[in-house]
């Protein structure tokens, strides 16, 4: 089995490689994020230490493999008694360039407990606030499928159709060309994952 790298950035020590081009990452987007803040006891699942906690609110675990089902439990534990969502990212995140699409796989964990398994999903920005969300490949969008710092759209908006989706954004001045442009090939996703993806650690601290 290949070990991973541990890679300083930023102060902290990541047990990985990955996991410090991830903070690069979140780093370009403006994403708030602390690294292992606090270990929690999940009593018959064992103790256990996430990641990423992001704004604050949304836990982010990165692996290398897909997550083993005692992984995915001890995470769902966490989302339901911290009552945050969670996001468990296994694998490269990767760009699309002719697309202008950052995608990622992973496992979504809702607060309630609830698991999503997606098999291929990517970052993109809420049209309606500007928050990044992750959401399922081949949507023009999934507005409010778990923001990573959300707004408040109404249920009925939640619950609509992808064409009434549309008809919705439309009548307020946005085309679904206009929608993937400010949602999936938005360049700030884009020039984030190209800065990650280049940083060379071993010159440094700050990933150049």
């Known amino acids: 089995m290949i070990k991973a790298i541990e890679t300083q950035y930023r102060g902290h020590k990541f047990r990985s490689r ?12 403006g994403i708030e994020w602390d690294y292992e ?4 006891d999940l009593g018959s699942e064992g103790f256990y230490l996430p990641d990423f906690i992001l704004y604050d609110s949304m836990w982010m675990e990165i692996k290398g493999l897909h997550p083993t089902d005692d992984e995915i439990e001890k995470i769902r534990r966490l989302a ?14 990767k760009a699309f360039r002719e697309d202008k699409i950052v995608e990622l796989v992973g496992v979504w964990v809702l607060k309630d407990g609830e698991t999503i398994a997606i ?10 606030c500007g928050a990044l969300q992750i959401a399922p490949l081949g949507t023009v ?3 409010m499928f778990v923001h990573v710092a959300g707004c408040d759209l109404n249920n009925a908006i939640k619950s609509m159709p992808e064409s009434e989706l549309l008809k919705y954004f439309s ?16 360049p700030t996703l884009v020039n984030a994952f190209i800065k990650a993806t280049s940083a060379r650690f071993e010159h440094g601290e700050e990933g150049a």
């Open 18 to 29: 990955l996991e410090a081009r991830c903070a690069v990452f979140f780093d370009a987007l």
């Open 37 to 40: 803040r606090e270990g929690y």
């Open 80 to 93: 339901k008694e911290t009552d945050k969502n969670a996001f468990i990212q296994y694998g490269n995140i």
């Open 119 to 128: 098999d291929n999903c990517m970052w993109c920005v809420c049209p309606s």
């Open 141 to 143: 969008f999934w507005p």
């Open 171 to 186: 009548e307020n001045g946005l085309s679904k060309e206009d929608l993937r442009e400010k949602t999936i090939r938005n």
